[in-house]
């Protein structure tokens, strides 16, 4: 099996505050890993680091072999937490716009997907609920062939039918020559979907494993493990 990342020793810190503490972690490639912590726990620190937004105070991180860097980026496809359109958009927009900025990036992909989450193409950004902005975000962010898609909180504030909507737009899409890394608390709705999970706690990996094993282990779902463990 090969890693796709392979993190070591990795700290951050704002000023005073540690948000990683000597995290060590490697992602296999092909898997769907689930990094569950709760609030302040370092999850989107990591992200961020891991996508070349933020650098590491100190440690060492290597995505598919290298630094994060040019390269590194180029196979990131990453969903933030927060939504990344102008407001004057349409959705048709939006399209041609991340068309124009990534070379992988599979136009009819995206239409498809846009077909699947049924969102109008001539709908301006500005009009879409939450739930249809994080569809459409998704979209995009699941249209490009990159080789690892990081989601940061891809369900968190939308309704539970759009919840499902997303997840199946997940599953449909994922192939398994790629890595995706999710961060979640809604540990329940999205359990099913992981491969591998990652217990995060002030910025270290306080559990991490197989989820099917540990489901076996612990005589219990994640979201029971997740309860026990942060509960
Ligand atoms: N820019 C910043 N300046 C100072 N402290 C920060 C900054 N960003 C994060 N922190 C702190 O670092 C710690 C980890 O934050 P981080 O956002 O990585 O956690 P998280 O697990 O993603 O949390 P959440 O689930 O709330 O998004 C927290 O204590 C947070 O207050």
């Known amino acids: ?3 796709i990342i392979e993190i070591k020793g990795l700290s951050k810190s704002y000023l005073n505050k ?10 296999e490639k092909g898997k769907v890993v689930g990094i569950l912590g709760p609030n302040g726990s370092g999850k989107t620190t990591l992200i961020k680091i891991i996508t070349g937004i933020l ?3 100190k440690g060492e991180i290597l995505i598919d072999g290298s630094k994060p860097g040019v390269y590194t980026k180029s196979i990131v496809s990453y969903l933030p937490d927060r939504n990344f359109l102008y407001k004057w ?7 041609k716009f991340y068309k124009d ?17 049924k969102l109008d193409r001539k709908a301006k950004v500005e009009s879409l609920s939450k739930g249809m902005n994080e569809k459409l975000n998704l979209t995009l962010v699941l249209s490009r062939n990159a080789k690892i898609y990081i989601l940061d909180e891809p369900i968190a504030g939308v309704d539970p039918v759009a919840r499902d909507q997303i997840l199946d737009a997940i599953i449909k899409n994922y192939n398994r020559e790629s890595t995706m890394i999710i961060t979640t608390h809604l540990v329940r709705d999205m359990e099913n979907i ?7 706690r002030e910025g270290v990996v306080e559990l991490s494993g197989n989820a099917e094993e540990l489901r076996e282990e612990r005589s219990m779902q994640i979201d029971d493990l997740y309860k026990e463990i942060f509960g």
């Open 101 to 117: 900025f990534y070379k992988d990036f599979d136009e009819s992909k995206a239409y498809e997907l846009l077909k699947f989450m």
């Open 55 to 57: 650098r590491q105070s």
């Open 18 to 27: 540690k948000a990683l503490n000597n995290l060590d972690l490697n992602i």
């Open 1 to 3: 099996m090969t890693n």
């Open 89 to 95: 958009m349409t959705v048709e927009d939006s399209i």
């Open 194 to 200: 992981f491969d591998d999970v990652v217990f995060l």
